[in-house]
């Protein structure tokens, strides 16, 4: 009999291990940050986009609040950071896949300024948040090209939406640039082709170590010549299960050819789960939830 309970025991022991190193696999944003390292973590949401950066002088961005059900998840990733406020919270555009879940947000945290482009894309998150700002005070910026977020150490500017209207309403996603030292981020919303040769045309695109994938990876995005030149070391393709066919086949193969090219490491929420990005400015280390 206490052979038998011992052989229980260490199966008891085994599997709450197995739970406990899991739950740690699960949460890459809680490994420790040294004082002077941002860390930007890619929340898997799945077909959806939000992203968490972490400051090191404790400011936090949110860019993109995911969809309707995606506040625990995204709060997650907050909440592991100790985080009650965000001081810049960036939604790319108003699709529902982008501002779904920040009416939550605006009501759980403290919100202290919010960017969003003008466009003509209407919905009850979009109209439920516009609410909850205006009754909370909480400044608007409107996120256009030539819009720093902030600025010094660690620098943010919008390259686009560079005009007043689009024909296509993914057009209107404010593309963020951000540069902490050496190293760069380039987070593209659903930016389309169109707005891809915009930006190429006046001669903003920039080389960065961190490309956001256009639209979920898209077919309408990334194209070789943008691709080509922001040349990046890392991609990244918020992507889940979805009728769209995101990522498109063309686009993984774009992004192949140039890592067997360039050895561009590829990641991908719908198989990596969270990505977390570090970086002290000089050297970038990335973590994801899965192998």
């Known amino acids: 009999m206490r052979n038998k309970k011992s052989v229980i025991w260490l199966v008891l022991v085994l599997i709450a291990s197995f739970f406990i190193t899991k739950y740690t696999e699960q949460e890459p944003s809680n490994v420790p940050l040294a004082e002077d390292e941002l860390a930007v973590v890619f929340v898997?949401?799945?077909n959806s986009d939000s992203i968490v950066i972490h400051f090191p002088d404790e400011r936090t961005m949110l860019i993109d609040a995911g969809k309707p059900d995606d506040f625990d998840v995204i709060s997650d990733v907050l909440d592991s950071f100790s985080e009650d406020t965000i001081d810049y919270a960036v939604i790319t555009h108003q699709h529902d896949d982008h501002i779904g879940s920040f009416p939550e947000i605006l009501k759980y945290y403290n919100v202290?300024?919010?960017?969003?482009?003008?466009?003509?894309?209407?919905?009850?998150?979009?109209?439920?948040s516009m609410a909850l700002i205006s009754e909370k005070n909480i400044?608007?910026?409107?996120?256009?090209?030539?819009?720093?977020?902030?600025?010094g150490e660690i620098k943010a500017e919008f390259l686009s939406p560079m005009y007043e209207h689009y024909g296509d309403k993914n057009d209107y996603?404010?593309?963020?640039?951000?540069?902490?030292?050496?190293?760069?981020?380039?987070?593209?919303g659903d930016a389309t082709v169109d707005a891809e040769n915009d930006m190429l045309s006046k001669g903003v695109v920039p080389q960065a170590d961190v490309l956001k994938i256009g639209h979920h990876g898209s077919r309408s995005s990334t194209s070789k010549n943008f691709l080509n030149a922001v040349n990046p070391k890392y991609a990244v393709i918020t992507t889940?299960?979805?009728?769209?066919?995101?990522?498109?086949?063309q686009v993984t193969d774009r992004l192949g050819a140039m890592s067997n090219k360039t050895g561009l490491a590829i990641y991908r929420s719908d198989h990596?789960?969270?990505?977390?990005?570090?970086?002290?400015?000089?050297?970038?280390?990335?973590?994801?939830?899965?192998?």
């Open 240 to 249: 889940g299960e979805n009728d769209y066919g995101h990522p498109h086949k």
């Open 44 to 46: 898997d949401t799945g």
């Open 139 to 151: 400044p608007v910026i409107q996120a256009k090209a030539g819009v720093t977020v902030c600025d």
């Open 272 to 291: 990596h789960g969270n990505v977390l990005f570090v970086t002290d400015g000089k050297e970038l280390t990335v973590t994801s939830e899965r192998e």
């Open 173 to 188: 996603s404010g593309v963020l640039y951000l540069t902490y030292g050496e190293k760069s981020f380039l987070f593209t």
């Open 112 to 128: 202290e300024r919010v960017y969003l482009p003008d466009s003509p894309i209407s919905n009850p998150q979009t109209k439920e």
